[in-house]
């Protein structure tokens, strides 16, 4: 320090920043130090500064933009060393940094798409390339220039698959704490499509849509999905169900069929239980060609948001089947699952579901889906009001969810039940965050795009909401559980006041099979508001029928929401058709 006529100042010479670190070391060029000069660009110039003179700002944004530009300077000259070493695993992290730091600069997109191609990641291609695409989408900047999308097409038609990514995604996939030992859960493989024209075009289509399938399923860590390299070996040979099975290590195949036309694209897919030749789904798509190479994904999308619940619904009645000694953890959690959801909210039920989880944690302590299972049932117990201890109930929920995700952060089933933990506990917007990433990392399950749907309608996002529930439903149309789906977008309508469409909503709930008193409930406001009082009546006369003891209490407490104001037709609605507070 040195005081000189009233002031205090810092001696420069004594200290040392990471800017002047920055300049003395850049201008080097070699590897090492343009490593080390990348990783001191830790954020913006002077983050969290500002000034409240005018002049003072400007001169602080242009400083900021200036190192803005040198940080992506040194990064663009660090990827030329390592694509030179040919350390593409390097170049890949480095390259995807350079897409954060300006995702318009086509270049930047075209380099990450090389190295992925160098890494035999031809799937990361094709994302990249979409990603690329949305990028300019969202700045209004049109659509790639013709040398993009060249190299997009020339990279994913050339790219060779390597075994050792496809080893390596293996064993990221067994590295999620599932179980190890062999047969503990079922395998899935993706078998190469029939080219019914026998055209290179279709070929290739054939190819790439074998791959993006495996990757899809394998976003939702449900089952061990063998690899594309090890299926995509039986192109072009003659195999029966058993064989093809004994080969690749599975006991459920996926297979079909391609028909392309000059306008259209027509796909037929079918599960198949290997062991038996039980034909579990089948499904026919047809679309319309546009962009081929986004469609392929699309499809690919689609085609494994409809295969694993199915896939899962079969495996339970397998599993049902089992002695009680040869139970695998697996088995355990896919049974809690069917007794959580047979009669959702009774004590007996939840009694029954934890039990099958905790013996699922006792089998193996790593397998993180029972404690996300045994969290969701806790859950279920402070949404249903049949907790003993509501604070001990809520800890116990928030540890078991919390531990989940340690346990496989990259499973989206488990964020959607930490997303659904901290919606419980009323941390709407943290929820909201963990539902985001859900479905980040896996687009294709319907339950992350639930989650958010729920998530974004407490947080007063409804139009966002009602989209996010609305492909949840298109995802898994099927699915007996998406009653549920019906019932928050009624909710999601009558919060922003739109009674006519919550009516609609909840009236579609309600007429499925397994809905539980939620459906009927949520419709009487609805009504209510609508003027048609008899209607409301009758409705709520049956849902008292499966909850005599449902109060307008009970509800609210069932379906919190950020902003209560919003909340008050609910309330209001309820009221007026004579539940009791």
């Not at 062991?275 to 081929?292: F, M, P, Q, S, V």
């Not at 969810?401 to 990259?410: K, S």
């Not at 749907?453 to 099927?478: H, K, M, N």
Request: proline share 3%; net charge negative; with cysteine.
């Amino acid at each position: 320090m040195i005081k000189d006529s009233g002031f205090i100042s810092l001696d420069a010479e004594l200290f040392a920043s990471d800017i002047d670190q920055i300049h003395e070391i850049s201008h080097l060029a070699d590897r090492a130090s343009l490593e080390t000069a990348a990783e001191l660009f830790r954020g913006a110039f002077l983050e969290g500064l500002a000034f409240h003179e005018e002049s003072l700002n400007n001169w602080l944004n242009q400083e900021r933009q200036k190192y803005e530009i040198k940080h992506i300077e040194i990064r663009k000259q660090l990827l030329e060393h390592q694509i030179e070493t040919k350390d593409y695993i390097a170049a890949a992290s480095n390259a995807e940094r350079l897409v954060l730091l300006d995702p318009v600069d086509e270049q930047n997109h075209r380099r990450l798409m090389s190295t992925y191609s160098s890494l035999g990641q031809r799937h990361r291609i094709l994302r990249q390339y979409q990603q690329c695409c949305q990028a300019l989408e969202d700045h209004r900047i049109g659509q790639p220039q013709d040398k993009a999308v060249s190299l997009f097409q020339s990279l994913y038609y050339t790219t060779v698959i390597q075994p050792v990514f496809e080893a390596e995604a293996d064993n990221q996939s067994e590295s999620t704490g599932s179980p190890q030992e062999p047969g503990t859960i079922p395998a899935i493989a993706v078998l190469p499509f029939h080219d019914l024209m026998d055209k290179p075009d279709s070929l290739a289509l054939s190819t790439a849509l074998t791959e993006e399938i495996v990757n899809e399923l394998r976003r939702f860590h449900g089952f061990k999905v063998i690899s594309a390299l090890s299926s995509l070996s039986l192109a072009g040979q003659k195999y029966d169900l058993k064989t093809a099975s004994s080969m690749l290590g599975a006991r459920y195949l996926i297979g079909g069929s391609i028909r392309l036309s000059q306008q259209q694209i027509q796909i037929a897919v079918e599960l198949v239980d290997a062991e038996n030749g039980e034909l579990i789904w089948a499904e026919r798509y047809t679309r319309k060609i546009e962009d081929l190479f986004i469609l392929q994904a699309e499809l690919a999308r689609d085609i494994a948001s409809e295969i694993e619940p199915e896939a899962v619904g079969h495996a339970y009645l397998l599993s049902a089947r089992k002695s009680a000694t040869s139970m695998t953890a697996w088995d355990l959690v896919l049974r809690g699952d069917h007794s959580l959801y047979k009669q959702l909210g009774t004590r007996r039920n939840s009694d029954e579901a934890q039990g099958l989880y905790r013996k699922a944690m006792d089998l193996d302590p790593d397998y993180a889906p029972s404690y996300a299972g045994l969290a969701y049932s806790l859950c279920l117990e402070l949404k249903e009001n049949i907790a003993e201890d509501v604070k001990k109930v809520e800890i116990s929920m928030r540890e078991m969810a919390e531990h989940a995700v340690r346990l496989d952060e990259n499973n989206p089933w488990c964020l959607v039940i930490l997303g659904r933990t901290q919606q419980q506990l009323k941390e709407y917007d943290a929820a909201v965050t963990t539902y985001r990433k859900a479905v980040a990392l896996c687009p294709s399950s319907s339950r992350a795009h639930f989650g958010l749907g729920f998530g974004l309608s407490t947080t007063g996002q409804y139009v966002e909401a009602i989209t996010a529930i609305d492909r949840a439903i298109e995802l898994s149309p099927r699915d007996p559980m998406s009653w549920s789906y019906h019932t928050v977008k009624a909710l999601a309508y009558i919060y922003s006041g739109q009674f006519d469409l919550a009516a609609s909503s909840s009236a579609i709930s309600a007429s499925y099979t397994a809905a539980n008193h939620w459906a009927p409930t949520i419709q009487v406001p609805s009504l209510i508001h609508l003027g048609r009082y008899d209607d409301a009546l009758k409705v709520l006369e049956n849902a008292k029928k499966s909850k005599p003891d449902i109060t307008v209490h009970s509800v609210e407490n069932a379906f919190t929401t950020k902003f209560e104001v919003d909340a008050l037709p609910l309330r209001e609605g309820l009221i007026e058709a004579g539940l009791p507070k």
